[in-house]
């Protein structure tokens, strides 16, 4: 698996997460239990992940759904 994006931003996080799972891109967000210990303050980002295989397409998805990966 590759690290798509690392974000604070749980708004970001859930739209790439649901623009992925519509075009059927099997992917896996990491660091959520830690986030949710750490309460609302949003220090610690959420990761998500895809398969080496699906990277490329991924970035070319959300890119073109308006979500810029080199901000998140």
């Known amino acids: 698996m590759k690290e798509l994006m690392s974000t ?4 970001k996080f859930v739209y790439a997460e649901t623009v992925l799972n519509s075009n059927n891109i099997v992917n896996f967000a990491l660091d959520v239990n ?3 210990l750490e309460g609302s303050i949003g220090i610690l980002p959420r990761r998500l992940m895809v398969m080496t295989h699906d990277y490329d397409r991924a970035v070319k998805l959300l890119t073109d759904f308006g979500l810029d990966l080199k901000s998140v």
């Not at 604070?8 to 708004?11: A, E, G, L, S």
Request: glycine content about 0%.
């Open 8 to 11: 604070n931003d749980i708004t």
């Open 34 to 36: 830690i986030s949710v």
